[in-house]
C-alpha cells in the first residue's frame, strides 16, 4: 500500500501542480487585478413618441423590405433607429424620422456600445470583428452569440464583447484577464488537449486522473491514519524528520480536502460531454410586412412610459411586445449611477410588460406567462434540447423526453434580480420568467419571452451537481463568513496540496 501511494503520487504531481497553481490563480485575481469598467449596463431611457416620426411598417415599405424575423428600438449618437433583423440573421438600422438606413450599423452600434461602457470616446478603434463561436478568450459562461469583440487602442489593451441585438455587455477584458484567462483555460480546463485530439479524449483523462489523485488521498488517510500505530511503532525506532515528517502531517490534515477537490472536478467534468447549445435555442418565426396592420405608432399604451417594442406570435396572431418604464413609487428608486456595480448585479430596474393584438390594438393581460409556456413546449417539442447553465450538468439529448403539453405546471412567476441559489449571475439573462413544472426530473425552465430564448434548463439531476461543485469545489458552505473569507480557505486548502505534492516529489527525488 505504501508503495502504490508513493507511485499514484509521482503518477498525478504534474496534473496536481496544473490544477492548483491555476486554482490559486482564480480568487486572486478576482480580489487583486478585478477590472473595473465605467458602465455594467446600458441605461434605458423612455422613447419619446414625436422620435418615432414613421412607423416600422412605413420604414419596412419605404425600404422594400417585405419579410423579416424582428425588430426593437435602439438610440445612439443622438438619433433613434429601427434596429431591423433580417431573414438571414443580420442587423439593420433604419432613422426612425427619414427611414433611411443606416450603412454598416451594427458595427457603428457595437462601437458605440464600447466607448459608452467603457466612457472612452478618444481611443481609437484597433479591432473590430463578429465572434460567433466560443474561444479560449471568450468562454461559453458569457452566453451571449453572436457578439462584437472591440479592441481600443489603450495602454489596457481592453477587449469589450457587446451583443447589439440586446445591447448588453457579455466581459471585457484587459491585458492581465487576457493572459489569466488563457492560463486557467490551459491549466485548469486542460484546454491544450482539445488542440491534439478531442473533448472526450479530455474529460476521459481529466477524470482518469482525478480518480487517481482520490485513490492517493484515501491511501494516504489508510496508510498514516488507520494504520498510524504500526507507523508510530516504526517511528520510535527511526524517527522521521525534516520534509518526510511536513509531508506525512500536512498530507493528512489536507487531505479530505483534496478529495472534495477531486470528487467535484471529476463529478464537474461528466458534465461536458455534450456541445452548449443554449444560443440556439431562440424562436424567431418570420413575419411579413403586410400583416402588421397598425400604421403611424397608434399603439394603445401610455407613450410617456414607452422603452421599447417587439413582435411575437402566438395562437395564430401577431402581437407588438411593449416595454414600459415601472410607475413611480415610493418603494422603488432608481440609482443615481447606472454603473454602480452592486446596482447592476443585484438590482434590476423594472419594466411593465404589455402585449398588443396588432390586428385590434387591444391590450392581451396575463400574456406573458402564457408565452414564456409556449416557448417551453416550443423548446422542449420543437427544437434541439438545450444545454444548461454553466455550473449544471448539460441536457443529453433524449428522444422519449416527455412532452410539457399534459404536464402540471407547479410554479410560475418573473425573476427581476439574480438568485444565487436558483437563477445566478452565470446565466446573464434578465428578466426571465420560471416555470416549473411536475415532471419525474422536476424540470424548470427559465424563458427570457424578449428574446424568446431559452435562458437556461434546470432537473433534479443538475441542481446536485451545481450544489456538489459550489459546496465542494468552490466552498459555499464558508459563505456564512463572507466571500474573503471564503476566498482564503479555498486559496489555503489549495496550497496546502501544491505543498504536500512538491514534498512528495522532492522525497522520491531523493530516494
Known amino acids: 500500500m505504501y508503495q502504490w ?3 499514484i503520487g509521482i503518477i498525478t504531481i504534474i496534473p496536481v501542480i496544473f490544477w492548483t497553481l491555476s486554482g490559486l490563480m482564480h480568487p486572486f485575481m478576482a480580489h487583486f487585478f478585478k477590472p473595473e469598467i465605467a458602465h455594467e449596463k446600458l441605461e434605458i431611457k423612455t422613447v419619446p413618441q414625436n422620435q418615432l416620426s414613421l412607423s416600422i411598417q412605413q420604414v419596412l415599405e419605404k425600404n422594400n423590405i417585405k419579410q423579416f424575423t424582428n425588430f426593437r428600438v435602439v438610440s445612439f449618437d443622438n438619433t433613434t433607429f429601427y434596429q431591423v433583423k433580417n431573414l438571414i440573421g ?10 433611411n438606413e443606416l450603412k454598416n450599423g451594427d458595427q457603428i452600434y457595437a462601437e458605440w456600445l464600447s466607448r459608452y461602457f467603457l466612457n472612452d470616446q478618444k481611443s481609437s478603434v484597433k479591432n473590430s470583428e463578429i465572434i460567433t463561436e466560443f474561444d479560449n478568450q471568450y468562454k461559453y459562461v458569457n452566453r451571449y452569440l453572436p457578439v462584437y469583440k472591440i479592441t481600443l487602442d489603450r495602454p489596457d489593451t481592453m477587449e469589450v464583447y457587446v451583443e447589439t441585438s440586446s445591447g448588453k455587455l457579455a466581459t471585457y477584458n484587459p491585458t492581465s484577464r487576457q493572459f489569466f484567462i ?4 490551459v491549466f485548469h480546463n486542460w484546454s491544450f488537449i482539445d488542440a491534439i485530439s478531442n473533448n472526450s479524449i479530455r474529460i476521459i483523462t481529466m477524470i482518469f486522473l482525478l480518480s487517481i489523485i482520490g485513490f492517493s488521498a484515501i491511501s494516504g488517510i489508510v496508510i498514516y491514519g488507520f494504520l498510524w500505530k504500526q507507523f508510530k511503532k516504526s517511528d520510535s525506532l527511526e524517527p522521521k524528520k525534516g520534509i518526510r515528517k511536513y509531508h506525512r502531517q500536512i498530507g493528512i490534515w489536507i487531505s479530505l480536502f483534496t478529495l472534495t477537490f477531486a470528487f467535484s472536478g471529476g463529478y464537474h467534468a461528466t458534465t461536458k460531454w455534450d456541445p452548449y447549445t443554449l444560443d440556439q435555442m431562440v424562436y424567431e418565426p418570420t413575419f411579413k410586412t403586410g400583416e402588421i396592420q397598425l400604421p403611424n405608432n397608434n399603439l394603445n399604451l401610455d407613450w410617456n412610459r414607452f422603452q421599447n417594442a417587439s413582435l411575437i ?8 411586445r411593449c416595454e414600459l418604464e415601472e410607475k413611480a413609487s415610493g418603494k422603488f428608486k432608481k440609482p443615481k449611477s447606472v454603473g454602480n456595480s452592486k446596482w447592476n448585479k443585484k438590482e434590476t430596474p423594472k419594466t411593465e410588460v404589455v402585449y398588443i393584438n396588432a390586428a385590434t390594438n387591444t391590450i392581451a393581460a396575463g400574456l406573458d406567462l402564457q408565452y414564456a409556456e409556449f416557448l417551453a413546449y416550443y423548446f422542449t417539442d420543437g427544437a434541439p434540447k438545450a444545454a444548461c447553465c454553466e455550473m449544471m450538468s448539460p441536457e443529453i439529448p433524449e428522444e422519449s423526453e416527455a412532452s410539457l403539453e399534459n404536464v402540471k405546471l407547479l410554479e410560475s412567476k418573473v425573476i427581476t434580480n439574480f438568485e444565487s441559489r436558483e437563477y445566478g449571475f452565470v446565466n446573464k439573462r434578465l428578466p426571465v420568467v420560471k ?13 427570457e419571452t424578449a428574446t424568446s430564448r431559452l435562458a437556461a434548463k434546470i432537473k433534479n439531476s443538475d441542481v446536485v451537481e451545481g450544489y456538489s461543485f459550489a459546496i465542494l469545489h468552490k466552498f459555499l458552505f464558508m459563505d456564512w463568513a463572507g466571500k474573503n473569507v471564503r476566498d482564503l480557505t479555498m486559496v489555503l486548502a489549495a496550497l496546502c496540496i501544491l505543498i504536500v505534492s512538491v514534498l512528495g516529489l522532492i522525497l522520491f527525488i531523493k530516494k
Open 5 to 7: 501511494h508513493r507511485t
Open 313 to 320: 406570435t402566438f395562437n395564430d396572431s401577431i402581437y407588438y
Open 90 to 99: 443580420d442587423l439593420l438600422y433604419f432613422d426612425t424620422s427619414t427611414g
Open 435 to 447: 416555470l416549473a413544472y411536475d415532471t419525474p426530473e422536476k424540470t424548470t425552465y427559465f424563458i
Open 182 to 185: 488563457w492560463f486557467f483555460d
